[in-house]
């Protein structure tokens, strides 16, 4: 019996490529979390003036956490490139990542908070979730690709 291990197979173990998968879902987070938690207290300060269902108040929290996490790593990545190629670079690379993040964060929220709830002890939990999601995603990619979005 003989064991084959395709080439093209990348390895799990490496402490540098976690590292630098680490700080970029980091800034992915940071950019993610102004966007969605923004939203979610808006409306939980204002009472939901409109009546918003909890699952549009979160969609909302997560276009918005799209938003401006594109926005924050257009802005980082527009130090090293031409605004433009910052800006299709931001949302090509990383639009997976983010969307799962968001995902990740408010479905944490909704099971935690039993709706769209910002409270001081839901927020690490979300963070957490938020940043363990996407992140061997975000090693993939390195891996593989060689590309990351900072």
């Not at 490529?17 to 993610?32: E, F, P």
């Not at 997976?96 to 709706?115: H, K």
């Not at 927020?123 to 690709?145: D, E, Q, V």
């Amino acid at each position: 019996m003989t064991t084959t291990v395709e080439e093209n197979s990348i390895s799990w173990k490496c402490k540098h490529t976690w590292k630098r998968a680490s700080v970029n879902t980091l800034w992915c987070l940071l950019g993610c979390s102004i966007g969605d938690f923004g939203t979610i207290y808006f409306f939980q300060v204002t009472g939901n003036p409109w009546d918003f269902s909890v699952l549009l108040i979160m969609s909302l929290a997560i276009m918005n956490g799209l938003i401006t996490s594109i926005m924050l790593e257009t802005y980082i990545l527009s130090r090293q490139m031409v605004l433009k190629e910052a800006f299709r670079v931001a949302i090509g690379m990383s639009l997976i990542s983010m969307i799962a993040m968001e995902a990740a964060m408010n479905i944490t929220d909704v099971i935690l908070t039993g709706g769209a709830m910002l409270t001081w002890w839901v927020i690490p939990f979300m963070l957490l979730a938020g940043f363990i999601t996407p992140l061997p995603y975000n090693y993939y990619r390195l891996k593989k690709y060689g590309k990351a979005c900072h």
